[in-house]
């Protein structure tokens, strides 16, 4: 029986992840968490065989978690399920040390079989993630200006893209305004560029905008 614990700051998704998972006979629902710090801590006092992981919970964005979680349990497997965009998202989840990318629209027989395939030692990744990857990695003999952004970084670059200002951003991320200035700053010197209208326009022409 493999203990699987779930982290999601929604209680009804949280809900229907627990149901697909008593329902099948070799998965067991053994925790939940609503955030970042509440997984971590459960994970330090727990066994568990693998991890559901949402992205989107308040306080640490759900890669800094993974990060966290691959420091100090490097076996653990972690299957991301989120709604934000696959494109996007699931090689940075990849490349932070997750062993799958699973879009929470999937079918529960595709949960299923992704959850036994990382708990088993092998990667999970959706078919079309799979083919955009090959042809991102066949285009590009480098990284685009955007993919050199740390997990936080391109978090922050997200919203202030979607136009959120400094104190809100400060607000969501539970980082102080200074803080926030500082890494959009930064994000501007790596995109050698000098107003959020440079930023919003780059992510249009490159598809970052959901």
């Known amino acids: 029986m493999l203990k699987i614990i779930i982290a999601d700051d929604h209680p009804i998704v949280r809900r229907g992840l627990k149901q697909i998972l008593a329902d099948t006979p070799d998965l067991m629902p053994a925790g939940e968490a609503g955030s970042g710090a509440q997984l971590l801590d459960m994970l330090a006092h727990g066994d568990f065989d693998c991890v559901l992981l949402d992205l989107s919970m308040p306080g640490m964005h759900g890669l800094d978690v993974l990060q ?85 970084e391109f978090q922050i670059f997200r919203m202030l893209v979607e136009g959120k200002g400094t104190k809100e951003i400060a607000a969501t991320t539970f980082l102080s305004v200074k803080t926030v200035s500082t890494y959009r700053s930064r994000i501007l010197i790596k995109m050698g560029m000098n107003t959020n209208a440079e930023l919003t326009r780059y992510a249009m022409q490159n598809g970052l905008l959901a």
């Open 68 to 152: 966290k979680i691959k420091r100090e349990q490097p076996r653990l497997p972690v299957l991301v399920i989120s709604i934000l965009p696959e494109d996007q998202f699931a090689e940075r989840a990849l490349r932070a040390g997750a062993a799958g990318y699973l879009p929470k629209e999937s079918s529960p027989d595709e949960l299923v079989s992704a959850i036994r395939k990382v708990c088993s030692g092998g990667k999970y990744m959706s078919a079309t993630m799979a083919e955009n990857l090959a042809k991102r990695i066949q285009s590009q003999s480098k990284e685009t200006p955007h993919e050199t952004f740390s997990p936080r």
